[in-house]
Each structure stands twice: as C-alpha cells, then as structure tokens.
C-alpha cells in the first residue's frame, strides 16, 4: 500500500507566478506513481482529484499579509489529518507542515527553494510580515525531519545561516525540466502577436519583477548591447511599486536610446513561451539570488544559450563555456546580493551578450549542447526518486 503524502504549497496550477510554483506542479505529476499524494494549496478552488485549496482569512482592512498567509496555514493543517509524511514548500506553507508535524506526529519535509535571510528586499514587500515569513521558515527548517535543497549551493546556504541544522538532514535534490513539454518550438504565433521581428537578434529575459531577479542590472546593461538585437522583458508580477517604478523608468529610457524593446507582463501560455525561448539567440538571466534556476532549464531544454550570473545554483545548471556563458560578480554579503562593481557588471554582462550575438554558431552550439544536459541530468522522473528516497529515510523504511 502507497504511503500517504500531503504536498502543501501556496502556488498550484493554475495559479502559478514563479519558480516554486513550477517545481511544485511537476513534483506533484512525477511523486503521484510513487505515493499517495494530496496536494493543498492556497487560492481559488481547483477542480483536480486530490487537490485542496484554502482561502486567506479576512483579518480586517490592516491585517499583514502574512497574518493572512498564517491563518491559511492552519486550516491547511487541519486538512493534513490522516497523512503520513506532510511535504512543504516555501514559508507560505511551512507553518502548516510544522503545525502537521505536531499535532499528528508525523515526519515533515521542507524543500528550500530559496532563504528568507537571504532576500531582505522583501521587507519592502512584507514589511513586519517579513520577521514573521522569516521566524515561519527557522521553525519548520529547525525542526523537519528532512530538508531538501534543490542545490549544493542552496544546501550551503542552509547550513551557514542555520549553522543548528544537523547536516545529515540536509539533501540536494536538483529542480527538474519536462523536456518533453519544453522542447524547440518553431512556430511564430507568439513572437508575431507581441510584435517581434523573428529575423533580427532576439535576447529574452523571463522573470518576476523582483530584487533577486537583477532586472535593474539587465536593463542597465542593455545601453551596451549590440542596437541590432531585440530585447524582449516577459515580466512577472512586481513585488512592490518601487520596484515596478524603477522597472518602468529604466525600460522607458532604454526605449528612447534603443529601439526593439519589447515588454510583455503577466504570465505566459506554454505555447508562447516555448515559442520566444526557442526564437531567442540568447536567454539571460541576470540573478542576485539564485538557489537554482529552472528557467535557465527551460531555455536549454528549447536549445537556446543562456547568459546567467555565477551565483547560487546557476552554475549546476548552465555549464560554462558550454550550455552558455557564466559572468562572475563579487556582491555584497549582507544578504541583498547588490553588485560590488555595478557598472563592471553591467558591462560584464552586456559584453557576454553580445559575444553570443556575434557569434550564431557558436550560440547555436550551446543550444544543443543546453538540450542535451537537460534531457541527461534533470528529468523530473529522476527527481522525484530521490525526493522518494528522502521521504523513506524520514519515515525510518
């Protein structure tokens, strides 16, 4: 008989805006085989066998955001009753994973897709939900019985900011890529409906509008790169309105010293975004913070080069000189990841860019050689034994 596993989650289909979000939706597909898995999420009801959503609380007009993410988790852990390990995933589901672990005295698992510690621009965003979102995260960390980092960097960042954590809890099991949905596509449907011109040189960045994301950097960086490639910014939803201001004002002074800058906001189909990855020549990903990276995945599994920041866990993923071009950065250790030497990373970074445009075989090279390393090491199959491995060696089986 399969062994009962509750996957608790904030993001689930169809409500998806990151990165967790996506790792949490294809473990679900992969895990199902596996185990008996239940997956409760928050937000609008699904319609998916197995899958509970839970509605934030209304706490008054005031109330913080994470009182809110709170009130929702201890419903969550209500729902976890009967389950036999419980799987969380970021602090907006970890206090229903500590709060199962108590009261039903079963095994918690914690996957770290990133460290509160280590993202303090989200004050911005939280404000005193901040200290809450980050005291939600130490507990569930402190006390799981497994932690699962999704890198050997974000594995050291566990272990460094929370140096109480017994090692032997603490395993690596990588994000993953269906190159089976993500795969070249070379239709033009997407480029044509958001005015891209598929016969000039294309550079993608994908990404939420956020600190950890660099896309200040980028757009700084873009006044140097070669006018004849296009730049198209598919962006996320912005964390706050200061950065979504800093955003627009960038992107607004780069369109009057370039053109050929194309912004696209909100979420992307599956079809246009496989689409715009297969049609770039250059995805760049100019991370601050990044445990991993599954969009640098996604572009390698459409045979695009990627461009990325050699921090975190990008450089498990994009082997350089290789799959594409890693440019270093020396940052600021006080948790915001800023560059040292800002504008040596901009114009590091412009520089690797436009080495890639020069060069389309060499660009193309990589491509193949990106879609070879993620069919060969990532698959979500291989990812969801190990995490079944981890689930056995919490259960003590």
Known sequence: MKTRVDLLTKEYPPEIYGGAGVHVAELARSLRPLVDLRVHCLGGPRDEEGV??????RLGDDANAALRTLGANVEM???CAGAELVHSHTWYANGAGHLARTLYGVPHVVTTHSLEPLRPWKAEQLGGGYALSSMVERTALLHADAVIAVS???RGDVLRVHPDIDPDRVHVVHNGIDTAVHRPDHG???LRRHGIDPERPLVLFVGRVTRQKGLPQLLRAAFEMDPEAQLVLCCGRPDTPGIAAETAALVEALGRSRGGVVRIDGML?????????THADVFVCPSLYEPMGIVNLEAMACGTAVVATATGGIPEVVADGETGLLVPVEQEQDGTGTPLD????ASDLAAAVNRL????DLASAMG???RIRAEKFFGWDRVAERVHTVYRHALGT
């Open 368 to 370: 193949v050689a990106g």
């Open 152 to 154: 050997e960097a974000m």
């Open 357 to 360: 445009i020069a060069d389309p």
């Open 52 to 57: 509970t959503a839970y509605r934030e609380p």
């Open 77 to 79: 852990a209500a729902g």
């Open 188 to 190: 033009t449907a997407a």
């Open 269 to 277: 189909d599956q079809v246009s975004l496989r689409q715009l990855l």
């Open 342 to 345: 800002p504008k040596r990373f």
